[in-house]
């Protein structure tokens, strides 16, 4: 399990299962979103995402990311 998680540079808490909950801006057009997690030993994993978001009057989403 990580014991850090950031989205784009900024901490995210994580639950005692390893889970999290979080929202992220993103403006119209092509986005970049990079998520990296730290373990108890120091290892770190990144994943970038590039996104391209359309306006719209609402926005909901709901996004799973699974590192191996």
Known sequence: HASTLQINGRIVAL???GSFSDGA???PG???V???????F???K???IHLVAQ???SVATAMSIHYQ
Do not use: V
């Not at 990079?34 to 108890?40: L, P, V």
């Open 15 to 17: 639950d005692k299962k």
């Open 30 to 32: 092509y986005n970049i």
């Open 42 to 44: 120091g290892k770190e």
């Open 25 to 27: 801006l993103l403006s």
């Open 55 to 57: 306006p719209s009057t």
């Open 46 to 48: 990144r994943k970038i």
């Open 34 to 40: 990079e998520i990296s997690q730290t373990d108890r």
